[in-house]
């Protein structure tokens, strides 16, 4: 093949990839368009239905274990906490019977609003969860913090989709 028919070919090739590129364009902007009156206004982009059969939605909002309440703050404790809150952790503090304790290791008294702030906020050797966990997820997390903590890493919560046969 000499060198001319090789720039020839290659050429051809991006004509046609651009050519398949600008028409998919076209395609995509006709099928956004509505069938609306001229300057009627812009319509909002729709925002797909979530899949909850999708099973990596629920573990990425959290929703495996349950819906919501202190199961579902359980999981949340399971993914976010409990690596820097365990037993075998030195230097963080243990979160068993955190609400019976007088004060926050930062001076607070123990409370939901100044646990959640805690959390949400970070500290010096705690990690800030503002943006990661919504307010839902701060009431489901302190309500299993308050009533419920901790599992002995021993023998972790069970799976609650594992049926025994």
Known sequence: MSLGS?????????????????????????????SSPQGAGKTEPRVPAK???QRSLEIYEFRKAAKSGWQRGEEIYYYKCWFCHNEYTKGAPQLQ????????????????????DKIRNGGPGMASYKYTLSEEDLTDLVSYLKDHCCWNSEAPPLNPRYRAR
Do not use: E, N
Request: charged share 20%.
């Open 6 to 34: 090789a720039i020839r070919m290659v050429a051809g090739v991006g004509l046609f990839l651009a050519l398949v590129g600008g028409s998919r364009m076209i395609r995509q902007t006709a099928a956004q368009q509505t």
């Open 51 to 53: 899949d909850y059969y």
């Open 97 to 116: 019977d955190l609400y019976k304790r007088p004060k926050l290791v930062s001076g607070q008294t123990v409370g939901d609003d100044t646990v959640k």
